[in-house]
C-alpha cells in the first residue's frame, strides 16, 4: 500500500526523485562510484552543485546581485549565523514573533545585541500572523526577520510587510511552495528537508550587498561572505544533500514550476480548510488569513477522539498527522511532495470519521 506521510519534517520526497536517487545510488553517470563517493573538487560533484544552484535562481527568479549558498547546520544555525554577521555593536535587530520558529532565532539573537521584537501574536496562542499595521518598527534597524510559515501553529503569510530596514525570511517550511518577490528580501534561508530534500542542508539566499555589510570578526565557516566567495566549497560541502536538492529542483522545473506547484498546493489546502469549515467535529485555531497552505492544524473535540482518528488514518496508510506536542490535535503537512490523492484520502476519512463518531 502507498503510504501518505504527512509529517512536519523530514517529509515525504516525490517519488520519482527517490527513484532516481535509488537508480544512481551505485553508480553515478557510469562513474562506477555513488556520487557521495565523488571527491566535491571533482567534474561530476561540479556539475551536481551547479545545477542545484541554477535549478534554484532559474525556479525563484532570483534577480542578479545575489548569491545562492548551501551551509550546514540547519536552520537553526542560521538563527545564531544571521545576527553574528549582521547584528554589529551599537545597532539593533528587530523580529516578528509568529510562533515557536521565530522565538527561537529571536532568543539566538538576544546572545549578540538589542533584539527588538516588533510584532508578535503570542497573546493569541499565535493563532494568526500579525497584522502589518500593529508592527512597531523603528528606522536604522540592521534587519527585520520573519519567519513566512508557521510549521508548528499553521500560519503563512499571504503577503510580506514593506520593509525599510532589510528584509530577512526563515522560509523552510514554505520554499518554492509559491510565487515569492525575492528582491523583496535582502535574505532568504531554508532548511531543506520539508521541501527540498534531506536535512542538515540550508538553502541561503543572500542579496550581496547585504553580505557586504557583515561585521568582520566572524569564524570563517560562520560567515557568509566565505561560502559567496568559495561557492560553498571552502570545505567539503554536504554533497549528497545538495545532490538531492538538484534533482528535487529537476522535478519542480518538470512539473512547470512554481506557478503551477502554488496552484496544486492551494488546490489541496482547500480540500482541507472546506472540509473543517464544514464541519461540526473538526476546528482549527487558525484565523482564516493566516492559514498555511503547508501545514494544516485541526483539532477534535477530546483526547481519545484525537487516540482513534490516529489509528485509523494509520490503518489506511496515512502516517505522521499527530500535532506538535506544544499544540495537540491534528497537523497535516501538506509540502510539496504530498501528492492531491493523499490530500483526498485524508479527507474521505474525515468524512467517514465525523459520520460514525457525530
Ligand atoms: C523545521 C524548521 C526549522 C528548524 O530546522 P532545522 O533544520 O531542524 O534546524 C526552522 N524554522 C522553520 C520555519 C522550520 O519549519
Known amino acids: 500500500m502507498r503510504i501518505f506521510n504527512f509529517s512536519a519534517g523530514p517529509s515525504m520526497l516525490p517519488t520519482k526523485v527517490m527513484e532516481r536517487a535509488q537508480g544512481e545510488f551505485c553508480d553515478y553517470g557510469k562513474t562506477g562510484c555513488g556520487i557521495m563517493e565523488l571527491s566535491h573538487r571533482g567534474s561530476e560533484f561540479t556539475a551536481v552543485i ?18 545562492v549558498c548551501f551551509i550546514q547546520g540547519g536552520a537553526s544555525l542560521q538563527f545564531a549565523m544571521i545576527p553574528m554577521n549582521f547584528l554589529k555593536p551599537g545597532s539593533f535587530a528587530e523580529y516578528a514573533d509568529s510562533g515557536s520558529w521565530s522565538s527561537a532565532a529571536i532568543k539566538q539573537s538576544q546572545f549578540f545585541g538589542d533584539t527588538r521584537v516588533v510584532a508578535s501574536s503570542k497573546d493569541t496562542k499565535y493563532d494568526r500572523i500579525p497584522a502589518f499595521s500593529t508592527w512597531k518598527t523603528s528606522p536604522g534597524a540592521a534587519y527585520l ?9 499553521g500560519t503563512q503569510y499571504s503577503s510580506f510587510p514593506d520593509s525599510k530596514a532589510p528584509l530577512l525570511a526563515d522560509m523552510s517550511s514554505d520554499i518554492m511552495s509559491r510565487r515569492v518577490d525575492v528582491s523583496k528580501f535582502s535574505l ?5 528537508q520539508k521541501n527540498l530534500g534531506p536535512s542538515g542542508v540550508v538553502v541561503v539566499i543572500i542579496k550581496n550587498d547585504f553580505a557586504a555589510k557583515a561585521a568582520e570578526k566572524v569564524p570563517t565557516m560562520l560567515k557568509y561572505s566565505t561560502y559567496i566567495e568559495k561557492k560553498s566549497l571552502y570545505n567539503t560541502p ?4 545538495i545532490y538531492m536538492i538538484a534533482l528535487v529542483t529537476d ?12 496552484k ?6 482547500k480540500l482541507i480548510y472546506d472540509k473543517l469549515d464544514s464541519s461540526k467535529l473538526y476546528k482549527t485555531p487558525v484565523q482564516k488569513d493566516s492559514r498555511s497552505a503547508m501545514n494544516v492544524v485541526f483539532t477534535l473535540p477530546s483526547e481519545e477522539l484525537d487516540a482513534k482518528f490516529l489509528k485509523e488514518a494509520k490503518a489506511q496508510g496515512l502516517i505522521g498527522l499527530k500535532g506538535h506536542r506544544s499544540v495537540g490535535g491534528m497537523r497535516a503537512s501538506i509540502y510539496n511532495a504530498m501528492p492531491i490523492e493523499g490530500v483526498k484520502k485524508l479527507v474521505e476519512l474525515m468524512d467517514s470519521f465525523e459520520k460514525a463518531n457525530a
Not at 551547479?50 to 548569491?67: H, L, T
Not at 526577520?145 to 501553529?153: G, P, W
Not at 496544486?264 to 489546502?269: E, R, T
Open 145 to 153: 526577520h520573519i519567519t513566512s510559515n508557521n510549521t508548528i501553529f
Open 50 to 67: 551547479e545545477r542545484a544552484e541554477a535549478n534554484i535562481r532559474q525556479i525563484m527568479q532570483i534577480p542578479d546581485g545575489y548569491s
Open 238 to 241: 554536504p554533497t549528497f544533500g
Open 251 to 262: 522535478w519542480i522545473k518538470e512539473i512547470g514550476g512554481l506557478a503551477e506547484i502554488e
Open 264 to 269: 496544486i498546493n492551494n488546490a489541496k489546502a
Open 188 to 192: 532568504i534561508y531554508a532548511g531543506a
